[in-house]
């Protein structure tokens, strides 16, 4: 899952993009209110996580922006100001959630997992094709009831082939939900992964649409 | 407490009650005066016809010199006019025999004094006219009871004063509805402002106001702007305070929980040092403000010393140096005045100081210049710190001093009390902090001490 950062505090942006990784997300960090419009442009994000008080451009006028581009991209607000207006005024401008510092880490995932779900319309956070469910809470992954062992982009993988199931995701898209900036991408890498997840969930599960992509379940 | 109604109401009603008197008086005085004058003319009348009977009476042989005929005068009795005046007359010939007198009379001597005049017959006065008959060389004394002058003036001035003792009432009434009606925009002030509620501060409506309380909703309304204007300092103060507060604690809570929730030995020993680093900078964000608050209790407890100007910023330079090293920054000291006397605390002014080389230090350039200077200017000594870097917008450099307030384009660490702290110094040493953007270089604070002569003299 690819995730955007938008925090300007140094010591609490790396502590975040540390907690979310650890989680399994491939988290794009920016500090400022411009880099963050100019992020949402470049890439498709499942979740921006955006903290209100931006230098040069403030949160709410980035999220603001956003909407006005049709952006959907689920929102979760972060912000020290926790008065009813201001979450008001937060919910308003777009936010899908809201959460005030300081915050729990687990409290800010779960409700990442809430953001996707909703995002996916989806009513538990349980994700499965044929036999194969992954729980995105324990961050498991079960075979017929027995549960696989799985690396952590491996899970990463799964996590976004079942979040699109039934579409074909192309090479270059697994790619970037799988890496955030500065990470080194090797090539193949993709299909070395879809490799190994097939010799885990079998072969007939993840089927191979030549020259376009990777897809579970029909198309 | 005054009431301008009570005040308006007691005095328009006393002016009523006063004027109306005043003319009641007048009314009476003149028609006394006038039933005076109307009174001796009736005297007068009576006189003439008593002198033109007794020519009469003479002519019929019926006066007999020696005797004195009494006249009975129906003076009281049904179908009298109510003016009718009671008479009384007697007469005399010129040898001094009373001739004719009427039965109500009383025997006098005969006056001597001719013409009108005052006197009184039993205790009651009577108004008396004595005149001498020329035909008849008669002496005629006419009088009638003094009083009914004064009755008559009292009738005709109560005749006059009873409307407007009727009338009175109502006028009292119209001036108070009248009073209370002119104040009545006082009353819906008051309501509206007794309606509203502590948030509620907007202005005062004006539409349709009198003039006279025009000016005292204008004032109230420069008031509550006022009002509106600082609580919405304080709002923001109370979430800049917010912010800059929860955000580290935020960042320790986070580090700590990833440092317990991780496997990875370098990943933890990462968040172990980040927690670390989270607690140095609520240290020195705590420290700061109890800083802060100190200098505003402790307010005129500054010592003023004379100080080492050149030491004094020598000793910031040391302090600071491996700061600034640490960004490649070069830090200098330029005294330009070599005799420049300096009155105060050393041990705030280097805090002050040290602060400002902080913030030149970490919001310019990596490798740049940072001058800590003090010269003579025209306004009074000033110690001043300019550095390399960007400067500061200009729309921004008067908020800069706001507390927990930064630079809208800057990403730092800091407490955001920094220039806060420095201006709260220079307060109590009478110095101005000035923030500007030098041309060629970048944002230059400086410290001027205006008012270093008067502070000195006594020293």
Redesign the interface.
Known sequence: MRLLLVE?????G???Q??LK?AGFAVDWV??GVAADLALKAERYALCVLDL?L??RDGLTVLKRMRAQGDNTPVLV?????TRE?KVAGLDAGADDYL???????ELLARLRALMRRASGASNNQLSQGGVVLDPVARRATLDGKPVNLSGREYALLHDLLSHRNAIRSRSELEQSLYAWGEEVESNTVEVYIHHLRKKFGTAFIRTQRGIGYTVGDV | MTSLRNRLLLTLSLALIGAWSLVAWISYDRARHEAEELLDGQLALAVRLIEAQIHHEQEQQNLAAGSTLTETLENEGVGRHPYEQVLAFQVWDRAGNLLLRSDNAAVIEMPQQLGYSDTSLAGVPWRMLVSVSQQDALLIQVAHPAHSRHDIGLEVAGQVALPMLFALPVLLLLVYWSVRGALNPLAVLTREMRARSADQLEAVPTVGVVAEVRPLIDAMNRLLEKVQASIRSERQLT?NA??????????????A??AA??NEQE?RS??IA?VL??IV?AERLVNQMLRLARLDAGQGEVRMEPLDVLALLREVQDMQQSIAQTRDQHLSVTVATAEMSLFGDAELLLAALRNLVDNACRYSHPGGEIILGAEQTPAGPCLYVLDGGPGVAEDELAGLTQRFRR?????S?GSGLGLAIVERIAALHGARLLLRNEAGAGLRASMVFARQAERSAPA
């Open positions: 300007d505090d140094a010591l609490l790396d502590g975040i540390a907690g650890m500090r400022d008080g230098p040069r972060l912000t020290a100001r926790d201001d005030t510092k300081p915050f729990d880490l687990d | 979430a917010a912010h800059e507060l929860r955000t580290p604690l935020a960042a320790l809570k986070i580090h929980q990833v929730a991780c990943q990462h968040a980040q680093r989270g900078r630079g809208k384009d800057v990403t660490e």
